[in-house]
């Protein structure tokens, strides 16, 4: 089963990668694919780039199946956080996990949430809430993260049909969808994932059921019905 996991730092990560993956190789295809924002998105001011950086996650995830971002919250640049990062993942893929790490986690909480002793309470609950809607899976301290991304790969040991069929589709996901299946139509194979993967969407269920009766159709040479 490939597994893909992409880490965005503001520092060399590669000790990192080859932790990751050689904890991993003997159950999973595993790559890791690192973002350096120091080196690999600046701009000509000298800043992170918004844009190289979003089309260098866009590089990654196209024609894979992502299963874990990892990114640091300092990125030593003013405009450009973790949580920036954390937004730009989730409107590039919406559902793909994320873990924000940080070697300062009182500071960056503080920062997040203010002073969170003397807040009032309801401008707390709302700084909590908007964090929350972040989507982020873990936050955790810069020293552990390799191993708690390892635990966080290793939850799901056994693939599903789901997945596999995902992987595949992601490999080809520009083309469109040639099937009969109505709502499907003029949609491209990423966009029937985004979908599938989509586990809170009603329709995710219903399309995966659909997607396997479309493929035995094909298969077996049957109609499959509308």
């Given at each position: 089963m490939e597994k893909n996991i992409i880490i965005i730092d503001d520092e060399d990560q590669n000790p990192q990668k080859e932790y990751i993956e050689s904890k991993l190789k003997r159950e999973y295809d595993i790559e890791v694919h690192l973002i350096n924002t120091n080196e690999d998105v600046l701009g000509d001011d000298g800043t992170i780039s918004e844009e190289m950086l979003k089309d260098r996650l866009m590089e990654i995830m196209k024609g894979r199946s992502i299963d874990l971002v990892l990114t640091d919250y300092e990125l030593s640049d003013d405009k450009i956080s973790g949580i920036e990062v954390v937004k730009m993942v989730k409107e590039i893929r919406s559902k793909v996990p994320v873990i924000m790490y940080s070697g300062k986690k009182k500071e960056v909480l503080t920062r997040l949430l203010g002073d969170y002793k003397r807040r009032d309470e309801e401008e707390l609950i709302a700084a909590i809430n908007d964090f929350m809607s972040w989507g982020i899976e873990e936050f955790l301290g810069r020293g552990n993260y390799s191993d708690d991304a390892i635990k966080f790969v290793k939850q799901k040991k056994n693939p599903q049909v789901?997945?596999?069929?995902?992987?595949?589709?992601?490999?080809?996901?520009?083309?469109?969808?040639?099937t009969g299946y109505p709502e499907w139509r003029d949609k491209t194979l990423n966009e029937i994932c985004e979908v599938i993967e989509n586990k809170r969407d009603a329709r995710s269920n219903m399309w995966m059921d659909d997607l396997i009766e479309q493929i035995v159709a094909y298969i077996s040479n049957t109609s499959a019905a509308e």
């Open positions: 789901d997945d596999l069929f995902i992987q595949k589709l992601r490999a080809i996901g520009d083309e469109k969808s040639v």
